[in-house]
């Protein structure tokens, strides 16, 4: 599956995480909202320094 923003297009590299079963319900989204959060804080905070 490619989106427009796959790695080759914008080269960042992706991790996509696609789950069978998984939509973007409640409950898939607070099983990884903490590693989302985590993930950016410490983006801003390299960024900031």
């Known amino acids: 599956m ?3 923003n ?3 297009d914008t080269g ?3 991790r996509p995480r696609m ?3 998984y939509d ?4 898939f989204i607070a099983s990884f909202i ?3 959060i985590a993930y950016h ?3 801003l905070k390299a960024e900031s320094e």
């Open 12 to 14: 960042i590299p992706l």
């Open 19 to 21: 789950q069978e079963d």
């Open 41 to 43: 804080a410490k983006a």
């Open 24 to 27: 973007h319900s409640y409950r």
């Open 6 to 8: 796959d790695e080759e």
């Open 34 to 36: 903490g590693e989302h």
């Open 2 to 4: 490619r989106s427009p």
